[in-house]
């Protein structure tokens, strides 16, 4: 029987540790609060913005929400993030991203204060992602797929880790995190040859290539732990992942479900970052 690794249990067990937390915090005189910025009227933003801004007041993380038309210069956005760097009562910064084209994504990115970069954007939390310092923040979706293997107590040292995806967003810094934790990591992507005979000589297969069911029958080995980071709509218009869970079933010993997998986790590890970069205020360490 294939397990299904939901995403509730961990944001639960999450949240449970955060209120302790932010309780404690409040008591020091800081409330951890997050800063969200949004440009537009995407739908997909929207929604991503309601479930943050839910999933943060569930672990008592404060939020502010601020909202630009389509039109705003790029200035206007910067001058925002500066000003929000200059408030104390902000810890964490999410922007809602892709900006729009006239606006130069990285200058916007480059103008956030490291400290507050609770989704590992800025050079600087790459660079403690990709040279091994404990300094910044790993994007939130990625650290969501190793949080997910250690509530369910999936070990990842000496297994063989297969990413399918190099985006800077997912792919390439769960990579790293795998690598971290004494994985063989493979990377795949859109030029990889033989991509079906890499998967299945995975232990452990994260997929996030955004692609609806990519991997199916052919790509699966037996025993396999799969995480599923995709997020798509099958011809019937149902929300599903980049692996096709039917293949998958009796297969895999495990996989994460789309909806109600990674997409859940990656909210609540957002509050756990706001709530560590408020400590890091306060103490100087998480
Ligand atoms: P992206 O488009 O930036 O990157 C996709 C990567 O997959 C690329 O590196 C590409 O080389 C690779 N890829 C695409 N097609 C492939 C193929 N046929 N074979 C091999 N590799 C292929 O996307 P992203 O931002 O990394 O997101 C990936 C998926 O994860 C999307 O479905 C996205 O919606 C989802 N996502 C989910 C969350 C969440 O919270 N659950 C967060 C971020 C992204």
Redesign the pocket.
């Known amino acids: 029987m294939t397990e299904i690794l939901k995403g509730k249990p961990v944001v639960d067990s999450l949240n449970l540790h955060l209120k302790n937390r932010c309780d404690e915090l409040r008591a020091l005189g800081a409330a951890p609060t997050l800063a969200i910025i949004r440009v537009g009227e995407n739908g997909d933003d929207i929604a991503y913005e309601r479930g943050a801004a839910k999933c943060c007041e569930a672990a008592g993380v404060g939020v502010r929400k601020y909202h630009f038309e389509t039109e705003v210069t790029q200035e206007e956005v910067v001058g925002l993030v500066r000003s929000i760097n200059d408030d104390g009562s902000v810890h964490g910064v999410l922007i809602l991203r892709p900006l729009p084209p006239h606006i130069d994504d990285r200058a916007v990115c480059r103008a956030l204060a490291p400290e507050k970069d609770i989704d590992g954007i800025t050079e600087y939390s790459m660079a403690g992602l990709y040279s091994d310092k404990r300094v910044g923040f790993a994007p939130?979706?990625a650290e969501?797929c190793i949080d997910m293997l250690d509530h369910y107590g999936v070990g990842i040292e000496g297994k063989r880790a297969v990413v399918?995806?190099?985006?800077f967003?997912?792919?390439k810094p769960v990579a790293m995190m795998l690598l971290r934790r004494n994985a063989t990591v493979s990377i795949?992507?859109?030029?990889?040859k033989g991509?079906a005979q890499i998967c299945r000589e995975a232990d452990i297969l994260v997929v996030?290539?955004?692609?609806a069911k990519?991997i199916g029958g052919d790509h699966l080995g037996e025993g396999q732990v799969i995480v599923d980071?995709?997020?798509?709509f099958d011809e019937e218009g149902n929300l599903c992942g980049?692996v096709d869970g039917a293949a998958a079933d009796g297969r895999a010993v495990a996989i994460t479900p789309v909806p109600g997998?990674?997409?859940r986790v990656?909210t609540a590890v957002l509050a756990k970052h706001v709530v560590e970069a408020c400590q890091m205020s306060l103490t100087g360490k998480r």
């Open positions: 939130c979706t969501a399918v995806g190099r985006s967003v997912v792919g795949c992507h859109t030029k990889t991509l996030a290539a955004g692609r990519l980071v995709g997020i798509n980049d997998g990674i997409g990656t």
